[in-house]
């Protein structure tokens, strides 16, 4: 009990937190007299008294957090906060399995997007707004909201703050305090999240599905309150507001921090990631809306590139919103597009994927190499704009990249173990790895996962969570070694 107090002394308190959260959703629920008023109800009530008891349970062995004990209350809470996320769409919801209501649930922590469920146009609006809610908390990170929350109630969160953000995030200090750099980086996100739905309004939403979007938009999730998705509005407006938020999710909020404390665009010219970033995504655009036209998909140019350029920013930032069951298309362009999610979003953005950082490293190292090859003697530094990059992180890369793989392989073969077909269980894995969302085969975005069955909806659920938790942050924890003395 004395080495897990302080751990299950700063859960008690998040779980509080985050019951307090079903609030809105509540207010919508009163408002609208939409009959799911009891099921927030229940659910409130339980979280609060769960996290209540945790909290007085571990705080006279309370003790000041260490490094290691970061790691585990991260895990901790992206596995918990799923069960009490999963409550409100159980309790509304009777015939709702647990596994897929936890599926439904880390999918909207994990801004994944990924979901089990349908008539999406008939659920009471309160309960979608809920889950895209479950996005916008999970996009930047529950825990970083906790670092900005915490230390007032007496309880410092250095070492949630370094084990949930990826680099270079974890080594770069926009502000003297770890506190109040989160707390610039909720401003950021807020205040973005703020435009994006005073756009959605302008460009033709109702304002509550303008939030319920924007919640949606901003933490790059991909949950909608239409089974058509954006496809349901059929709105050109609406489409360029969801691709320009799209892209400004995608990338280093911290770009946007010093964006809005410099008033200078220089901040994002002389970011190198960003660069490459819109680079890629916009020629994919392209490309993708020549081949569809060239293919005959789309009878003229500007439909192909409406329906080209809103998928592939949609899948590379790992949105996941569809206007178009690209399904249907050759595989090519929908495999380029789960492909670029992969990798293209930045790091410190609220996008999946092993992030563009790190591919462009393990694209340097690959030249490295090859001119080492030609060149034995030769000295030839890994740079990243004018730094020079330690072999440290190429060698830290370099394992991150092959446990990636590796988990997408594993992954794989349990579902195709399990009797899924190999192409819808190895873009599930991709998709869900990646926090993207849709796949393809079964689970496109005509479709959706709950033709998988229990074990198979556990296997994506875990791989979410490895996503979301940039895979280490995990297995750390699985490993012996970190539960010995």
């Not at 596995?79 to 599926?103: G, H, Q, V």
């Not at 960003?274 to 789309?298: E, P, T």
């Amino acid at each position: 009990m004395h080495r897990l107090a302080p751990i299950l002394h700063v859960l008690g308190l998040i779980v509080m937190v985050f019951g307090l959260s079903m609030l809105l959703p509540l207010t919508v629920s009163l408002v609208q007299a939409d009959a799911a008023q009891r099921a927030y109800d229940e659910a409130l009530a339980i979280t609060l008294v769960s996290g209540l008891l945790l909290w007085l349970l571990s705080r006279r062995h309370y003790r000041e957090m260490r490094s290691r004990d970061g790691f585990l209350l991260v895990v901790l809470v992206w596995s918990i906060l799923p069960l009490f996320a999963s409550l409100p769409l159980m309790f509304y919801l009777p015939d709702l399995s647990f596994t897929d209501a936890y599926f439904e649930a880390m999918s909207g922590l994990t801004a994944t997007g990924s979901t089990v469920l349908a008539g999406l146009d008939d659920l009471p609006k309160s309960l979608n707004l809920w889950r895209t809610q479950l996005h916008w908390l999970g996009g930047m990170g529950v825990i970083v909201l906790a670092v900005a929350i915490l230390p007032l109630l007496g309880v410092g969160g250095r070492q949630m703050f370094k084990a949930e953000v990826p680099t270079p995030m974890k080594d770069t200090k926009l502000t003297p305090r770890m506190t109040e750099t989160a707390k610039g980086l909720w401003l950021v996100y807020i205040l973005l999240t703020a435009a994006c739905l005073l756009s959605y309004h302008l460009a033709g939403m109702q304002w509550l599905d303008a939030l319920i979007h924007a919640f949606s938009t901003m933490a790059l999730g991909g949950f909608s309150s239409y089974d058509a998705s954006l496809g349901h509005f059929d709105s050109v407006a609406l489409e360029v507001v969801t691709m320009v938020f799209a892209l400004l999710a995608a990338m280093n909020f911290a770009s946007h921090f010093l964006f809005l404390r410099s008033r200078s665009f220089r901040v994002y010219l002389a970011d190198a990631e960003i660069r490459v970033f819109l680079s890629v995504v916009l020629a994919s655009c392209l490309g993708i809306a020549m081949y569809l036209w060239a293919k005959d998909i789309y009878l003229d140019f500007p439909s192909a590139l409406r329906y080209a350029a809103f998928n592939t920013i949609s899948l590379a930032t790992s949105l996941g919103y569809v206007n178009d069951d690209y399904n249907a298309w050759p595989y090519f362009a929908a495999l380029w597009m789960l492909f670029l999610g992969s990798f293209a979003a930045c790091s410190g953005s609220t996008g999946g994927g092993i992030k563009m950082m790190r591919a462009k490293l393990l694209y340097k190292q690959l030249y490295r190499e090859l001119i080492k090859l030609m060149h034995p003697n030769a000295q030839t530094p890994t740079k990243l704009g004018e730094h020079v990059v330690p072999n440290k992180i190429i060698f830290a890369v370099l394992a991150y990249f092959f446990v990636y793989v590796a988990s997408i392989v594993i992954f794989t073969l349990a579902l195709a173990a399990s009797g899924l077909d190999v192409f819808t269980a190895f873009t599930a894995v991709v998709a869900t790895l990646n926090n993207t969302g849709p796949g393809l085969g079964q689970v496109g975005p005509a479709t959706n996962f709950a033709v998988l069955n229990d074990f198979q909806t556990w296997v994506c659920t875990l791989a979410m969570l490895m996503g979301r938790l940039e895979l280490f942050t995990l297995l750390v924890v699985l490993m012996p070694a970190f539960w010995r003395k």
